[in-house]
């Protein structure tokens, strides 16, 4: 499952050889999920091989940046030359931990799914299409929630934020696996994405049934 939605996903998977293949994929081209514009994404796994997805047009050149050169080489060029080379030049790249769960853990269940245009939502989860899982307080008070990202049919991302005053209860755990049981349910791999610093996210992570395998996703966006 994970093969078929990266092969979606990036345009190809996987890699044909050692280091980082280019791939020219109409996908970037075109709006993701949100709407937003996703013009480089990259996927490689822990021995460095991987696939960078881009626009057709610009594969080329993007593919004489790291010709021939090791993970890590590619990834220090990328970062310095590839939003030019895009027409980006305001955006920068950035690597986060690539996890994946076709087991999610089974713990027990939190929280329930609403449309993400329910009162009380918070603003980062309404632009979620569908439902989202939230967990509230006896006050009907938002305490922590997931938003899914509809990748494609074969892969769905988890997102997922806590607030301050429910932290420590485990609640982000419950809520992620809870989210990842219904996509594998669904025929899907249940994908998580996280900054390498962040150690939070990384425990939750964990507990949740999303390994560490020593997986990247490169990717690219507007400077904060």
Known sequence: MLTRFLQVWLGAWPPPGAGIAVVGHPARDKPRWDGAEQLMLGVTDAGGRGVLSVPPA?????????????????????????????GRPDQVCFTGVFRWSQAPAALPDA???????????????????????????????????????PHDVSGVEISVGTDERARGRGLARRLVARAARR?????????????????ASAHVADAAGFPDLGWKIHAMAAAA
């Not at 349910?185 to 249940?190: P, R, S």
């Open 111 to 149: 929280g329930a799914w609403e449309p993400s245009d329910s009162p009380g939502i918070p603003d980062w989860l309404r632009p979620f299409p569908g439902e989202v899982l939230v967990a509230r307080d006896e006050d009907g008070a938002y305490l922590a929630g997931v938003g899914l990202k």
């Open 183 to 199: 996509i594998v349910a669904g025929g899907a791999v249940a994908v998580y994405l996280h900054d390498p610093a962040n150690t």
């Open 58 to 86: 610009h594969r080329d050149a993007v593919a004489a940046l790291v010709a021939g050169l090791p993970a890590d080489a590619a990834a220090d060029v990328l970062a310095a030359r590839l939003p030019a080379v895009l």
